[in-house]
């Protein structure tokens, strides 16, 4: 780096943001002197659709003698003055977790740069890989903005994009994001180091839409939905928090079944009523699948792999070797109606 960029702060926290951390510290060796990273909770287990809280972040600072901080809030007073003591120049912000506030964005003297994991102004918000892929999208990618004080709103400062495959789920489409991210911030900095100006393009805001954080909750298949649908929400809910439903039988209490892969079934053939959806459709002689699925259209939905309550992944016919099905099975809430 030059002398006009001398000091580097990172912020963030898990998955898509370890790849950019490690890059940062390869590419400016010396010239990364702290992390803030969330607060470790859960003994490090995975929380949220990208985070891994705090562990792998801190293994690499303390590996190259980084200093951590891990405040609640980073826009408290005292923060803010932990912080100025690094004097940066800049702060590269990545899946961090906290909105930033503006007495925060104007401690570095260059400012901060934030690395999403989107093609802005599409998918704002702290879940844009799930959204990307619930919402069927060709292509996604990553945006590094000028951060301001509105949540993903800054100018752009790079943009690339890269396809959503066919079998992706946010855990392998996120990956590929990060190493993308790591590779673009670095090159931005070198660009910005060595003196370029560098085009910040405004967002169009009207075209902005939302990606808002994903609860545990949001994981309950509506097998209402199309199976188009039902098959994309599967795999945005990967790792996190897992698309899941419960097989009800009679006589029996209901069963917790992850899904793990589900693909879209044919359409019934002329003369077979629609069903309610969630039932197990067991009467439609074309269908060869062991666990096809009366969605709320007349096509199908196939699961082909699920994780049962307490057992491991599996395929359905691996299911039901051991797990035969009466009569009245059908998949729902865990409280029918």
Same mark, same amino acid.
């Given at each position: 780096m030059?002398d006009g960029l001398?000091?580097v702060?990172m912020m963030g926290?898990g998955?898509?943001?370890v790849?950019i951390?490690a890059?940062?510290l390869?590419?400016?060796p010396?010239?990364v002197?702290?992390? %803030?990273t969330?607060? !470790?909770?859960?003994?490090?287990q995975?929380?949220g659709?990208s985070? @891994?809280? *705090?562990?792998p972040?801190?293994?690499?600072?303390r =590996?190259?003698?980084?200093p951590?901080?891990?405040?609640?809030?980073?826009?408290?007073p005292?923060?803010c003055?932990?912080?100025?003591?690094w004097?940066p120049d800049?702060l590269v912000?990545?899946a961090y977790g906290?909105?930033?506030?503006?007495?925060?964005l104007?401690?570095p003297r260059?400012g901060?740069?934030n690395?999403?994991a989107?093609?802005?102004?599409r998918h704002?918000g702290?879940?844009p890989?799930a959204h990307?892929?619930?919402q069927?999208?060709?292509?996604t990618? %990553?945006t590094?903005i000028?951060m301001?004080?509105?949540?993903?709103? *800054?100018?752009?400062?790079?943009?690339?994009a890269?396809?959503?495959e066919?079998?992706?789920t946010?855990?392998s @489409? =996120?990956a590929r994001l990060?190493e993308?991210?790591a590779?673009m911030? $670095?090159e931005l900095?070198?660009?910005w180091?060595?003196g370029?100006? @560098?085009?910040?393009?405004p967002?169009?805001a009207t075209?902005?839409?939302?990606a808002?954080?994903i609860?545990?909750?949001? *994981?309950?298949?509506?097998w209402?939905?199309?199976?188009?649908?039902?098959?994309?929400?599967?795999?945005a809910?990967q790792?996190?928090?897992?698309?899941?439903t419960?097989?009800h039988q009679? *006589? &029996?209490p209901?069963?917790r079944w992850? +899904?793990? &892969?589900?693909?879209?079934?044919?359409?019934?053939?002329?003369?077979f009523?629609?069903?309610?959806?969630?039932?197990?459709?067991r009467d439609?002689?074309s269908?060869?699948?062991?666990?096809? $699925?009366q969605?709320g259209t007349?096509r199908?939905?196939l +699961?082909? =792999?699920?994780q049962p309550?307490?057992?491991?992944?599996?395929?359905?016919?691996?299911?039901?070797?051991?797990?035969?099905?009466d009569? !009245?099975?059908r998949?729902g809430p865990?409280q029918q109606?």
């Amino acid at each position: 780096m030059t002398d006009g960029l001398q000091r580097v702060v990172m912020m963030g926290t898990g998955r898509f943001a370890v790849p950019i951390f490690a890059a940062l510290l390869r590419a400016f060796p010396g010239q990364v002197v702290g992390l %803030v990273t969330q607060p !470790s909770r859960d003994g490090g287990q995975p929380r949220g659709t990208s985070r @891994l809280v *705090g562990h792998p972040m801190i293994e690499l600072a303390r =590996e190259h003698k980084v200093p951590v901080f891990q405040p609640e809030s980073i826009n408290t007073p005292s923060a803010c003055a932990q912080l100025q003591q690094w004097q940066p120049d800049v702060l590269v912000v990545a899946a961090y977790g906290q909105i930033l506030k503006p007495e925060v964005l104007a401690i570095p003297r260059w400012g901060a740069i934030n690395v999403h994991a989107s093609l802005l102004p599409r998918h704002r918000g702290a879940a844009p890989v799930a959204h990307a892929i619930l919402q069927g999208d060709s292509h996604t990618g %990553v945006t590094l903005i000028r951060m301001t004080a509105q949540l993903d709103a *800054g100018d752009i400062l790079a943009q690339q994009a890269i396809p959503i495959e066919p079998e992706d789920t946010t855990g392998s @489409l =996120e990956a590929r994001l990060a190493e993308l991210g790591a590779e673009m911030t $670095v090159e931005l900095l070198r660009r910005w180091a060595a003196g370029e100006t @560098l085009l910040a393009v405004p967002q169009d805001a009207t075209q902005a839409t939302r990606a808002p954080k994903i609860p545990k909750s949001f *994981g309950l298949i509506d097998w209402s939905q199309p199976p188009e649908y039902l098959e994309r929400f599967v795999r945005a809910m990967q790792p996190w928090p897992t698309a899941y439903t419960f097989l009800h039988q009679h *006589g &029996r209490p209901p069963q917790r079944w992850i +899904i793990t &892969r589900l693909q879209v079934g044919p359409e019934l053939p002329e003369g077979f009523p629609l069903l309610p959806p969630g039932t197990l459709r067991r009467d439609v002689p074309s269908v060869e699948s062991p666990l096809a $699925v009366q969605t709320g259209t007349r096509r199908l939905a196939l +699961i082909t =792999e699920l994780q049962p309550a307490g057992k491991r992944r599996m395929t359905a016919a691996e299911f039901l070797r051991g797990h035969p099905l009466d009569a !009245s099975a059908r998949l729902g809430p865990e409280q029918q109606m």
